[in-house]
């Protein structure tokens, strides 16, 4: 139906989270009819990512720069460092606008099923930077899934040697949430971590 530079962008296209067979086609033809507009200015883009991104040392984001921008800002707080799964994660945290302090991403979380373990993820590294005089806290922000508190709970065994005080996101009925639209576990989570209002 098409040549096989055609295909090639569809098949690549469908790798990407989100992009299915059919969506990656709809995508490929309005890269190609926007050809000026949108294809060559992001094919730059992805030779210039490619080229010039790097992982940080220190927290495993990425930047062009190592260590990255957010290690690198003095104004950020070192003695607190947010546990995250993933760089998706990390920028989810950065776009509240809250957090002031560094990060550390594991690259993943434990998963019987798909075979990740303990070594494949940075904990060695977390374990040593806690270690550090500096890190006073550590805050576990990972999913409300049977691997993100499976992660959560191995983290803070291997971080009990250390002199820093382990916590973690709280869970719940979310901001606006009514409770007749919430599943069974989220109002359980909210009523295990329920605080005094007043």
Not at 172 to 195: F, M, S
Request: glycine share 10%; net charge negative; proline share 5%.
């Amino acid at each position: 139906m098409a040549g096989p530079e055609i295909e090639r962008l569809i098949q690549f296209l469908a790798r990407l989270p989100g992009l299915g067979p059919r969506s990656a086609r709809r995508a490929a033809l309005i890269l190609l009819k926007r050809r000026d507009q949108l294809l060559a200015p992001l094919a730059a883009a992805m030779l210039d990512a490619a080229a010039k991104v790097k992982t940080c040392a220190v927290c495993g984001n990425y930047d062009s720069v190592d260590p990255c921008a957010i290690c690198a800002d003095d104004r950020r707080d070192p003695s607190v460092i947010c546990v995250v799964e993933d760089v998706a994660s990390l920028w989810a945290m950065e776009r509240s606008g809250l957090f002031r302090g560094r990060y550390h991403v594991l690259g993943g979380v434990l998963s019987a099923l798909d075979g990740i373990g303990p070594d494949d993820l940075a904990v060695d590294h977390l374990v040593a930077r806690a270690g550090s005089n500096a890190v006073v806290e550590i805050i576990l922000a990972l999913a409300a899934t049977v691997d993100g508190q499976t992660t959560a709970h191995y983290l803070v065994d291997r971080l009990a040697g250390c002199q820093v005080a382990v916590s973690g996101l709280a869970q719940g009925v979310p901001v606006g949430g009514e409770l007749d639209y919430l599943d069974d576990g989220t109002i359980g989570a909210a009523l295990r971590a329920r605080r005094p209002i007043a």
